[in-house]
């Protein structure tokens, strides 16, 4: 079993940070990329930010230079900082991780979900 939970979300204005996290438990061998994505109401999930075990890293274009995403390894914890939050920025965000677990299976996780507003 492996889980993912997720905290930091909540209320902030208009210009306003947030740092979400995401933690990954249970039976975890690796884990190969970490990310988070995001749904508003109406619209489709999308990708927010990815990390690879490489650390290579994918944004959104509408997050570049606003958003950072980060791994602590030792901790199986990826986080996704957010600054000069906009109201379209408005969503449920849900972590992603792609793990090996010790059967040697290697599945897509997703946290329950955090729901971020950005409003005045």
């Known amino acids: 079993q492996v889980q993912l939970v997720e905290s930091g979300g909540g209320l902030v204005q208009p210009g306003g940070s947030l740092r979400l996290s995401c933690a990954a438990s249970?039976?975890?061998?690796?884990?190969?990329?970490m990310g988070w994505y995001r749904q508003a109401p109406g619209k489709e999930r999308e990708l927010v930010a990815a990390?690879?075990?490489?650390?290579?890293?994918n944004y959104a274009d509408s997050v570049k230079g606003r958003f950072t995403i980060s791994r602590d390894n030792a901790k199986n914890t990826v986080y996704l900082q957010m600054n000069s939050l906009k109201p379209e920025d408005t969503a449920v965000y849900y972590c992603?991780?792609?793990?090996?677990?010790?059967?040697?299976?290697?599945?897509?996780?997703w946290g329950q979900g955090t729901r971020v507003t950005v409003s005045s």
């Open positions: 990390m690879t075990s490489s650390e290579s890293t």
């Open positions: 249970g039976s975890i061998v690796s884990i190969n990329a």
């Open positions: 992603n991780a792609v793990i090996t677990d010790y059967h040697n299976y290697r599945r897509t996780y």
